[in-house]
């Protein structure tokens, strides 16, 4: 058997301007993905995908020449059938000898997570997919999902990282980030999962001023990662989402759904759903679960 694992993701910084080249720091989870793979004497892929509970949320049966003539195309409006058929044939475009045998396989996937959580579902098998195939994973992300490729960088990684574009290639550097107050952060699930590539499309279509917004958040990732203060990681945070803000046009999610709060809550990633990052003691966490904010998860339990 074949077995490989990826990382989940959060984006600490840089959200929608580290598609422009601004610098980000993304935080791998200890929450991931594992492929195991097993071998078959039929020409056929026999995939079952199941979530963190073991319960089976996909199953289908692929012929192997069903990969044959596929090309590159959107994956908007396809179903889950449709974009695994797409992505393991861009892979067979991008490596011509893989799944190209008379032999096929058993493929299992397995999440540590709920899927409407956000971490990874997505560039998680994407990466494990480009390790079976033996392709780069940020080409593979590219020409099915799309995306800055930060959570690919994640899905490699068990430390968090600094990621930016360089002409669109990718440089990631990882970084000891574990500041003393990480007691004091806490992850909340806002119950709705965001749909990331909707919210590039419109970030695209926004009219910014690109060259300013890239310098100042690569600016506030530097001064945040240096952040040994939690009065000043706290002003870092809040001086970030009102960037973002100003430049997505809309409200941050504290004016929104935590005016009250007293401490900062940041969106991470894509704005409106998914998870929050908030600063507080354990007892603060009573605020969001009062609003119907079951899901909350420590820092030490989240990040790799």
């Known amino acids: 058997m074949e077995t490989y694992y990826s990382s989940g993701k959060l984006l600490l910084t840089g959200e929608y301007a580290v598609l422009d080249g601004a610098l980000c720091l993304a935080l791998p989870t200890v929450f991931g993905q594992h492929l195991n793979i097993n071998h078959l004497d039929e020409p056929i892929i026999q995939w079952t995908s199941k979530d963190q509970d073991n319960t089976i949320w996909f ?63 997505s560039s998680t098998l994407i990466n494990n997919i480009a390790q079976w195939a033996g392709v780069d994973p940020y080409v593979l992300l590219e020409k099915t999902f799309g995306g800055s490729g930060y959570d690919i960088a994640c899905a490699q990684s068990k430390r968090p990282l600094l990621y930016q574009l360089h002409g669109q290639k990718p440089r990631v550097t990882t970084v000891d980030f574990n500041p003393p107050f990480t007691t004091s952060l806490f992850f909340v699930y806002l119950n709705r999962k965001q749909d990331s590539r909707e919210a590039i499309k419109n970030y695209r279509n926004i009219d910014k001023h690109t060259k300013d917004l890239v310098g100042k958040i690569t600016s506030l990732t530097k001064a945040i990662i240096a952040s040994n203060n939690l009065m000043q990681f706290e002003s870092l945070l809040a001086e970030h989402e009102t960037l973002i803000s100003a430049a997505v046009k809309k409200p941050t999610i504290k004016k929104s759904l935590f005016p009250d709060y007293p401490r900062i809550v940041k969106s991470l990633g894509a704005w409106g759903g998914d998870f929050v990052l908030a600063v507080g003691e354990k007892a603060d966490q009573d605020y969001f679960r009062k609003k119907g904010y079951k899901t909350i998860i420590s820092y030490a339990d989240m990040i790799a």
């Open 59 to 121: 199953e289908e049966t692929i012929p192997l020449d069903n990969l044959e003539g596929i090309s590159e195309r959107q994956l908007a409006g396809m179903t889950t059938s449709e974009i695994l058929l797409q992505v393991l044939g861009i892979a067979r475009l991008l490596n011509p000898d893989f799944l190209s045998g008379t032999s096929g396989f058993s493929v299992l996937t397995q999440l540590d997570f709920p899927r409407n959580w956000g971490l990874g579902t």
